[in-house]
């Protein structure tokens, strides 16, 4: 059974940080997988912030993200992060953790249920 759990999120002031954690289970081979964040604010699309390839760890991001939040992972156990610093109002959403694959035979996507970040003064 695959699982994918953030943590981290919270009420945050303007400027201020937060890291973000996912911590997946169950699923192989782990370090194959491209692992990505998003958010979504209700009402709007889903929104890609981050991401980071599997095999390769190229990562890249959004353009609010750039330059702000980085994206890593630790292969080892399992896990993704998003370090995000001088935080905004509009950076307000719920994140999820989600992990994609594409290969010759299928293509997998497996989501958490998300962290809700909160950027207010």
């Known amino acids: 059974q695959v699982q994918l759990v953030e943590s981290g999120g919270d009420l945050v002031q303007p400027g201020g940080s937060l890291k973000l954690s996912c911590a997946a289970s169950g699923i192989p081979q782990f370090s194959t997988f491209d692992m990505r964040w998003f958010r979504q604010i209700p009402g709007k699309q889903r929104e890609l912030v981050a991401v980071i390839q599997g095999n390769t760890y190229k990562k890249s991001y959004s353009q609010s993200a750039k330059g702000r939040f980085t994206i890593s992972r630790d292969d080892v156990a399992s896990m993704l992060y998003l370090q995000m610093n001088y935080l905004r109002p509009e950076d307000t959403a719920k994140y999820y953790c989600?992990?994609?694959?594409?290969?010759?035979?299928?293509?997998?996507?497996?989501w958490g249920q998300g962290t809700q970040v909160t950027v207010s003064s």
């Open positions: 989600n992990a994609h694959q594409v290969d010759s035979h299928k293509t997998s996507d497996y």
